[in-house]
């Protein structure tokens, strides 16, 4: 098992303001360090303070081992948000593979009785009916493993023809591959509202998948489909879209709880 430094910084920015009165912890997709949410200081109003989930081998993070096992990950990622929480209400979103880590970080924190997240926004996975990749496909040659990045849109069309960046993210890719496929559903619910979305020509779920989180929610609060594939959310007008919902349930949800 890979056991990565403890060194880094595991939240980005370190500093939040003090004025804001909602936390937003946003989890990157596989390969990425969260360059996917670039441009969401621009969505998000003022008063919910956003940070990026940084795991070990990419960006800040890039001379550190990156995990290849995702119970390891869940842990370091839960211990990592566990120590940073206050009084403030929170909330997770990844997309991909970050949405299962927000919903495993999730079941961690009710395991050890820390405070829940007020929603989690699950975006381009679904507990069922996604196509979980195999441990071999995370050792495809290189050649292969770009075509296949290239098929979903994963990254920019200029990075594949950039061999010094292919150098930085290939490995991180791999590595997240290798824990996507030692992932096991064992059914478990949450015990906060999820609220799901999706491309609606995502080549990597079944139709109808994003309904599997009815049973993993005790408010299940539905999905908004939009135009596009996998990395639909990469469009500027389907991630404002996201943020908006995302933010009107993220109100409603804290409001009721005051």
Request: aromatic share 10%.
């Given at each position: 098992?890979?056991?990565?430094t403890?060194?880094?910084?595991?939240?980005?920015?370190?500093?939040?303001?003090?004025?804001?009165?909602?936390?937003?912890?946003?989890?990157?997709?596989?390969?990425?360090?969260?360059?996917?949410y670039?441009?969401?200081?621009?969505?998000?109003?003022?008063?919910?303070?956003?940070?990026?989930?940084?795991?070990?081998?990419?960006?800040?993070?890039?001379?550190?081992?990156?995990f290849?096992?995702?119970?390891?990950?869940?842990?370091?990622?839960?211990?990592?948000?566990?120590?940073?929480?206050?009084?403030?209400?929170?909330?997770?979103?990844?997309?991909?593979?970050?949405?299962?880590?927000?919903?495993?970080?999730?079941?961690?924190?009710?395991r050890?009785?820390?405070p829940?997240?007020?929603?989690?926004?699950a975006?381009?996975?679904?507990?069922?009916?996604?196509?979980?990749?195999?441990?071999?496909?995370?050792?495809?040659p290189?050649?292969?493993?770009?075509?296949?990045?290239?098929?979903?849109?994963?990254?920019?069309?200029?990075?594949?023809g950039?061999?010094?960046?292919?150098?930085?993210?290939?490995?991180?890719?791999?590595?997240?591959?290798?824990v996507?496929?030692?992932?096991?559903?064992?059914?478990?619910?949450t015990?906060?509202?999820?609220?799901?979305?999706?491309?609606?020509?995502?080549?990597l779920?079944?139709?109808?998948?994003?309904?599997?989180?009815?049973?993993?929610?005790?408010?299940?609060?539905?999905?908004?489909?939009?135009?596009?594939?996998?990395?639909?959310?990469?469009?500027?007008?389907?991630?404002?879209?996201?943020?908006?919902?995302?933010v009107?349930?993220?109100?409603?949800?804290?409001?009721a709880?005051?």
């Open positions: 098992m890979t056991t990565p403890a060194l880094g910084q595991w939240l980005q920015p370190a500093e939040i303001r003090p004025d804001a009165t909602i936390r937003l912890f946003l989890f990157p997709h596989a390969g990425s360090g969260g360059t996917i670039r441009n969401w200081h621009e969505y998000l109003p003022s008063d919910i303070a956003h940070q990026i989930v940084q795991l070990p081998g990419r960006e800040k993070r890039l001379g550190e081992t990156a290849t096992e995702i119970e390891p990950l869940v842990e370091a990622a839960y211990e990592a948000i566990a120590d940073d929480l206050d009084d403030r209400p929170y909330a997770f979103f990844g997309h991909c593979l970050g949405a299962q880590l927000a919903y495993r970080v999730s079941l961690a924190m009710a050890d009785g820390q829940a997240p007020v929603l989690i926004g975006s381009g996975w679904a507990p069922e009916g996604f196509s979980q990749v195999t441990y071999e496909q995370s050792l495809m290189e050649p292969e493993l770009v075509t296949w990045m290239r098929t979903l849109g994963s990254f920019p069309e200029e990075v594949y950039n061999q010094d960046l292919l150098s930085m993210i290939v490995p991180a890719l791999r590595a997240d591959l290798a996507v496929s030692t992932y096991v559903d064992d059914g478990a619910a015990n906060c509202p999820i609220v799901a979305y999706s491309g609606k020509s995502d080549p779920m079944d139709p109808g998948a994003m309904a599997s989180w009815d049973k993993r929610s005790p408010e299940y609060l539905g999905n908004s489909e939009f135009v596009g594939d996998h990395f639909y959310i990469d469009h500027a007008e389907h991630a404002l879209a996201v943020t908006s919902d995302l009107r349930h993220l109100r409603r949800v804290v409001d709880r005051r």
